[in-house]
C-alpha cells in the first residue's frame, strides 16, 4: 500500500466547509455551515448530532455524493472540494475512502452475492492478478468474520450483520485509507452490534485504517473513536478528545445530550 | 374491580407457511400486569416482543393462530365478540406505534385524527371532542394546540407526531398502553421528553403499560419490571431496580456486556456469538444453547422452564450452577 501524503499529512483535513440546499420558490437551507476539522491518519473521528444535525451531509460531501457551496475538503494532502473531472481521479478518489452505509438492506446489490460484490470491486480497483484477486477475496472473506457459505448467499438469504459485514469487505476491497461509517451499526441488534464494532476495532488495530463515524449514538462513537464533534443544525458546537468531551462537557447541548442517554440510574424526569 | 390488568397465560402463537408446516413465533408466554404498572419487553429480532402486543390486541397476522389465554381485567380477550372486541380496543387498551408517520392518515388534518374515534363511536358533539383534543395536546407538551390541530401530519416533526399518537391514545382513557418501541425513531433529546411524558400520564392516570423496546437501559429507567425474551419465550422477569447487578439468564448479561458504555472504552466488547433467531429456528433445547458460553450437550436436549431464582424468574438449566444465588434480603417479585 503506497501513501500519497507525508508522515504529518492529516488523513482528513477540513476547512470552513458549507453546504446550503436550494429549495422550492428560492429558499435557502443551510445544512453545514463552517465546519472544520483535522483526522490525523489512522485516527478515529467520531461526529455525533441529531435529525437535521447536517452529519450525513458533511459524509455525503466527502464521498463526493454533495457538492460543498464552499469550504475545502482534503484526504491525504489531496483536495477533493470539486467533483473528480476524469474516471482515473474518481478512482484514487475512491482508493483513498469507502463508505459503509447504515442501511445493509439497500446498499447492496440483491442479485449479487457477497463473493461478487468484492471481486467487482477488486477488478475495479487494484490492478492485481486473477490469481491475487482470489487470494485476497478470500482474505476479506476471512477478515469480516463471513462463512463461506454466507459468502455465496444473496443479500435477502443473509441477516443485518451479515449483510453489514459485506458491506464493509467491499468497502475495504479498495484498500482505502479512510473509512467513513455513515451510522454503520445504527440498525443492528445490540447483540450484532457489539461484534460489529469489536470487527471495526480490530480492522484498525490491523491496518492502521482512519475511520469518521456518523453517529448519533454517543456511547458507540465512545467505544470507536479517539476524538470527537459535536453538531448542531449544522454547525459545531464543541470538539475535541473523546473522553475529555463526553465526560466533561464544555458546552451545555453537549451536556443535555450525554444526560438524555439511558444509563444504570437513569430516570425519567421532565 | 380487583385482580390483574392483564394476564397472559401459555400465550402461543403459530404462523402458517406455504409448505404447510405452521412456525412457532411465541411459545408459552405467562405475565400479568397489575393495574397501573409499567411492565418492559426487552428483546432483539425475532424474540416476539411486538407479536406480543400484536396478540394482545388480537391485530395479529391472518396466517397467525394464537393459543393460550389473554385475559384483560379477567375477561378472555380470544372469546371477546365484535362489539365486546371493539369496546376494548377503544376504550382498554391504546396502542403507541414505532413510526407515527406510518399509523396517521397523512391525508387528514391533526385534528380530523384525533377526533375521529370521539365522533364516531363515543358520539361526542365535533366541537366537544375538539376542545378535548386541543387539552390533551397541551397534556403532551404541543404548545399552540388550536393550530397545530389545523395541520398536516407533514407540516410537523416526528417528535412532535409522536406526541399526537400518544394524545390520542389518551383521548380514549384507556386502561392499558401497549407502547411499541415508541421512540425508536426519535433522536436522544427528544426520547426523554417522550418517555417523561409517557411516564407522568400514566402515573397520574392509573394506566398500566406494556413498554417494548429493544434498549435494555431504557427500559429499566421507564419500567417497575422487565422481562428479557429471546426467540419466543421469556428467559428473565426481575424488577427494573435489581436487574443490572442480578442479571442471572447468559443472555441478559450478554445483552448488558453488548452494550458499549457512555463513560468509558471497553477494551473489547462482549459481544454474544452468532445471531439472534426466531422461535421456529431454534431446536428442541434451550434456543440460546447455541450462542452461550456456558452451554453444555445437555441443555440443547431439553428445553429450560421459568423458575424462580434470586429474586426473579430465569429460563436456565445451569443457572444455579452458572451464578449461585446471593442471600437475598427482600422477599422476591
Not at chain 1, 21 to 46: C, I, M, T
Not at chain 1, 53 to 59: E, F, H, M, R, V
Not at chain 1, 154 to 162: E, H, I, V
Not at chain 2, 221 to 239: F, P, Q, T
Request: proline letters at 5%; a positive charge.
Amino acid at each position: 500500500m503506497s501513501t500519497a501524503g507525508t508522515d504529518t499529512a492529516q488523513a482528513v483535513e477540513v476547512r470552513e466547509l458549507t453546504k446550503v440546499f436550494k429549495g422550492a420558490r428560492g429558499v435557502r437551507h443551510q445544512a453545514v455551515a463552517d465546519v472544520s476539522f483535522d483526522v490525523p491518519v489512522g485516527g478515529s473521528l467520531g461526529i455525533v448530532g441529531e435529525s437535521g444535525s447536517g452529519k450525513t451531509t458533511i459524509a455525503r460531501m466527502l464521498v463526493g455524493l454533495e457538492r460543498p457551496t464552499s469550504g475545502r475538503i482534503a484526504v491525504l494532502g489531496r483536495d477533493r472540494s470539486r467533483p473528480a473531472r476524469r474516471g482515473v481521479e474518481r478512482g484514487a478518489r475512491a482508493r483513498e475512502l469507502q463508505i459503509v452505509f447504515q442501511d445493509p438492506y439497500t446498499s447492496l446489490d440483491p442479485r449479487q452475492s457477497a463473493r461478487a460484490a468484492v471481486a467487482e470491486v477488486l477488478r475495479h480497483h487494484g490492478g492485481l492478478t486473477a490469481e491475487q484477486r482470489a487470494k485476497r477475496l478470500d482474505e476479506l472473506v476471512d477478515q469480516v468474520g463471513l462463512t463461506e457459505r454466507q459468502a455465496l448467499a444473496r443479500p435477502r438469504d443473509l441477516s443485518g450483520g451479515q449483510r453489514q459485514r459485506v458491506a464493509i469487505a467491499r468497502a475495504l476491497a479498495a484498500r482505502p485509507r479512510v473509512l467513513v461509517l455513515d451510522e454503520a451499526v445504527s440498525a443492528l441488534d445490540v447483540s450484532i452490534q457489539a461484534q460489529i464494532l469489536n470487527l471495526l476495532a480490530d480492522i484498525r488495530a490491523e491496518t492502521g485504517l482512519t475511520y469518521l463515524l456518523i453517529s448519533h449514538d454517543l456511547a458507540v462513537v465512545r467505544q470507536l473513536c479517539d476524538t470527537v464533534l459535536v453538531l448542531r443544525g449544522g454547525r459545531v458546537v464543541e470538539q475535541g478528545d473523546c473522553a475529555r468531551v463526553l465526560d466533561a462537557p464544555a458546552e451545555e447541548y453537549t451536556r443535555a445530550l450525554r444526560e438524555a442517554v439511558p444509563v444504570p440510574g437513569w430516570t425519567v424526569g421532565v | 374491580m380487583s385482580g390483574p390488568l392483564l394476564e397472559l397465560s401459555g400465550l402461543t402463537v403459530d404462523i402458517a407457511t406455504e409448505d404447510g408446516a405452521p412456525r412457532t413465533l411465541l411459545d408459552g408466554i405467562d405475565l400479568t400486569l397489575a393495574r397501573g404498572e409499567a411492565l418492559g419487553l426487552v428483546g432483539e429480532s425475532g424474540s416476539g416482543k411486538s407479536m406480543t402486543v400484536r396478540a394482545i390486541t388480537r391485530l395479529l397476522p391472518a396466517a397467525a393462530r394464537a393459543s393460550g389465554t389473554i385475559r384483560f381485567e379477567g375477561a378472555d380477550v380470544g372469546a371477546m365478540d365484535g362489539s365486546a372486541l371493539r369496546a376494548y380496543r377503544d376504550g382498554g387498551v391504546g396502542l403507541v406505534f414505532q413510526d407515527p408517520r406510518a399509523h396517521i392518515n397523512p391525508t387528514r388534518r391533526i385534528g380530523a385524527f384525533l377526533i375521529e374515534a370521539l365522533v364516531r363511536n363515543r358520539k361526542v358533539p365535533r366541537r366537544e371532542a375538539l376542545a378535548r383534543a386541543a387539552a390533551v395536546l397541551a397534556e403532551v407538551g404541543i404548545d399552540d394546540p388550536a393550530r397545530r390541530l389545523r395541520q398536516y401530519p407533514h407540516e410537523i416533526s416526528g417528535g412532535m407526531l409522536q406526541r399526537v399518537m400518544i394524545a390520542s391514545v389518551l383521548l380514549a382513557e384507556p386502561r392499558l398502553i401497549l407502547a411499541d418501541e415508541p421512540t425508536t425513531a426519535l433522536d436522544v433529546t427528544i426520547q426523554q421528553e417522550v418517555v417523561a411524558i409517557l411516564d407522568r400520564l400514566r402515573r397520574e392516570r392509573g394506566m398500566g403499560m406494556v413498554f417494548i423496546t429493544h434498549d435494555l437501559d431504557l427500559a429499566l429507567a421507564v419500567c417497575g419490571r422487565v422481562a428479557v425474551m429471546y426467540a419466543g419465550r421469556i428467559v428473565e422477569l426481575r424488577s427494573a431496580d435489581t436487574l443490572h447487578e442480578r442479571a442471572a439468564h447468559p443472555y441478559t448479561a450478554g445483552l448488558l456486556g453488548s452494550r458499549p458504555a457512555i463513560d468509558r472504552r471497553a477494551e473489547r466488547l462482549a459481544a454474544i456469538p452468532g445471531r439472534p433467531v426466531s422461535a421456529f429456528e431454534s431446536g428442541q433445547g434451550c434456543a440460546f444453547a447455541p450462542r452461550c458460553a456456558h452451554a453444555r450437550p445437555a441443555c440443547e436436549q431439553r428445553p429450560p422452564e421459568l423458575t424462580e431464582f434470586d429474586g426473579g424468574l430465569v429460563r436456565c438449566a445451569r443457572v444455579t450452577e452458572i451464578r449461585p444465588a446471593r442471600p437475598s434480603k427482600e422477599a422476591s417479585v
